[in-house]
């Protein structure tokens, strides 16, 4: 019966080991590469010229919870220029772009202007931590079944609805705002 001899086999493992470790390695290093390309920077998306559709029909009647429970609704904001923002914690573009959301509330809130961002569908505790975490000072409800989106009708994420003070939706944005679009297309509806 004839043996392997154990002596032979082993330049033959660890040259397999080695290959695959190499491989490893590249996976990795190309993985490092492209990975960056399909998540931006907030750098990268404030770099890039995001330009609204201009449309004119009434704002849905959105009636939801805030992250501490309460009853809200868009309705209150009668009066009030605003910017409804539909997100998600677990969408990379929708992270990236709320420091830059509460950057503009920061500077035009005295301006009879809010942010309203409404969460799709994670849990009110994740929702509230991810408030914390960002240092949010923006109204963010909850949307637990995704509604806003369909009331809406567009299921991207994310998407930004600006209303005006007579409750028409005016502008629409798919995809992560800029600070300069923003100042460019709300700050001229907004008061002294």
């Known amino acids: 019966m004839p043996t392997s001899d154990p002596n032979k086999s082993k330049p033959l493992r660890i040259l397999a080991m080695a290959m695959i470790g190499g491989g490893l390695l590249i996976f990795g290093l190309t993985a490092l590469i492209l990975i960056p390309s399909f998540f931006p920077s907030s750098t990268q998306i404030e770099s890039r010229s995001i330009a609204p ?33 539909n ?3 677990w969408c990379p573009p929708c992270r990236q772009e709320m ?43 909850i949307d637990p079944d995704s509604s ?8 991207y994420l994310p998407s930004s609805y600006l209303v005006d003070e007579n409750g ?6 798919n ?14 509806l907004l008061k002294d």
């Open 175 to 188: 995809g992560a705002v800029t600070y300069a679009s923003l100042e460019e297309n709300i700050t001229p």
């Open 99 to 141: 420091p830059i959301l509460d950057a503009y509330f920061r500077d035009h809130q005295h301006q009879e202007f809010t942010i309203v961002a409404i969460d799709a569908g994670d849990p009110p505790e994740m929702v509230a931590e991810f408030v914390k975490r960002y240092g949010l000072t923006f109204p963010v409800w």
């Open 53 to 85: 559709a201009k449309v004119d029909y009434p704002a849905p009647d959105i009636q939801l919870r805030d992250i501490s429970g309460k009853p809200v609704s868009l309705s209150e904001y009668h009066g009030q220029v605003v910017l409804v923002n």
């Open 168 to 173: 028409q939706v005016v502008m629409v944005w």
């Open 87 to 89: 997100w998600a914690t």
């Open 148 to 155: 806003t989106l369909n009331s809406f009708r567009n299921n």
